[in-house]
């Protein structure tokens, strides 16, 4: 019996030790590469990007396939350019990691009356922004409901905005490099938004003031007036209103919302350094980040979290380890990559590569400026597996839909890569 229950455990460890080794072996299969398959995508590749650079344009790219770790292409790879609208993958990678998906946005009211159990509130109403940069006419209706829900009838003080959260930059960069992109392309970007700020000259005020005139209008008398000023210490939370992160990450990346953008980075700074938020610290957050992945701080430079100047400086191997470490981070992936435009689908990609085999399967982040055009992000090849790719050109003059044909172009040879 003894020899018998030996043997029985003999055979179980040469079992084991078998489907290890078939396991190994399986997983080595798989991981190999046709390389009559790589060389004929590295050749096709090399046909798009080489005519672009033999007339004088800039161009870097790089291919990495997401699972192995494998370099699949690349084209000057460290070679710095100018991002643009891409730099918005930093931004949005950056704010997941540092958030999380399940932050929140926030837009507050407070009160320095301690008690309102009594449905009146003697001082003022303090609605303070952090940053929420989709905050809404009805974002703020929704606000004044909530207090009437609370049973508040009259408020004795002043409606005050509160924005100083951010400091008073207003306008990001504009104006402060010679040749930047044209200070009226920059948006108004402050703690306590409006409607995009579009049409007001003091956003936040107009905020307070809307909170104050819903608020009569659901029959709460209000005897003070609007004014600008800071939620003193110990202040009273009444109520507040709320928006997940990627609501606010996937607008900013489908739509390429510029303010979105440098909001997003200056809440970074105000959140992760100090507050008030600003360009500084948010770019402070930024390099952090880059820096724990490994990436050189000497590599590129990114002052401002949009794209709109023309100063920031970035190279492909710092966008292809960004998207790989989002890549390999698999709760925060869904998120990131939903918040991408999808070709032939949505957001700046909805009209492009319609009918060819990258439709539908190529998420990314466009970005455009006077000479430069680029386009990263991930795509699923015909082996239904994930690469990584990002191509950039800078310098072309007026030809922007010429390069975009390039990319395209790129991006359906990858969609049509076997690598077996």
């Excluded at 990678?93 to 837009?107: D, E, V």
Aim: with cysteine.
């Amino acid at each position: 019996m003894k020899q018998r229950r030996r043997s029985n455990r003999i055979l179980t460890q040469i079992l084991s030790y078998s489907l290890i080794f078939l396991f190994l072996f399986r997983g080595t299969v798989l991981c190999q590469f046709s390389e009559t398959k790589l060389k004929e995508l590295q050749e096709q590749l090399d046909a798009i990007t080489s005519p672009v650079s033999s007339s004088g344009i800039m161009i870097s790219a790089k291919v990495l396939h997401a699972d192995f770790n494998k370099t699949l292409y690349e084209y000057k790879p460290e070679m710095k350019v100018i991002p643009a609208s891409i730099t918005k993958l930093i931004t949005s990678a950056c704010a997941y990691s540092k958030l999380g998906q399940s932050y929140n946005f926030q837009t507050v009211v407070y009160t320095d009356d301690n008690n309102i159990n009594d449905g009146i509130v003697n001082g003022n109403v303090y609605i303070k922004g952090y940053g929420d940069p989709d905050l809404s006419s009805s974002d703020i209706m929704s606000l004044a409901e909530q207090m009437v829900k609370m049973n508040i009838r009259q408020i004795t003080g002043n409606i005050v905005a509160d924005e100083t959260y951010f400091d008073t930059q207003y306008y990001g960069l504009a104006g402060y490099y010679s040749g930047d992109t044209g200070p009226s392309y920059w948006p108004y970007v402050n703690a306590l938004t409006l409607n995009k700020n579009e049409g007001y000259s003091n956003p936040a005020l107009t905020a307070a003031n809307l909170l104050g005139v819903d608020l009569v209008g659901l029959n709460v008398e209000v005897l003070g007036v609007t004014i600008a000023g800071k939620t003193p210490t110990g202040a009273m939370e009444i109520t507040k209103f709320s928006r997940p992160i990627f609501n606010v990450i996937s607008n900013m990346m489908k739509e390429s919302d510029n303010h979105s953008a440098i909001t997003v980075f200056k809440l970074l700074g105000a959140k992760l350094k100090s507050n008030p938020g600003s360009l500084k610290n948010g770019q402070e957050v930024i390099e952090s980040f880059l820096t724990d992945l490994g990436i050189d701080r000497y590599s590129y430079e990114i002052l401002e979290g949009s794209g709109l100047t023309r100063y920031n400086q970035v190279t492909a191997d710092l966008y292809i380890r960004v998207l790989k470490y989002m890549y390999d981070d698999r709760f925060l992936f869904d998120y990131f990559l939903n918040s991408l435009s999808v070709a032939g689908k949505d957001g700046t990609l909805k009209h492009r590569m319609i009918g060819t085999q990258a439709e539908g399967n190529v998420y990314a982040k466009t970005g455009t400026l006077n000479g430069v055009s680029a386009l990263s992000g991930y795509l699923i090849d015909t082996d239904n597996e994930i690469v990584i790719f990002y191509i950039v050109m800078n310098g072309f003059g007026s030809y922007t839909n010429r390069m975009r044909e390039v990319q395209d172009a790129f991006c359906i040879t990858l969609a049509g890569f076997s690598r077996r």
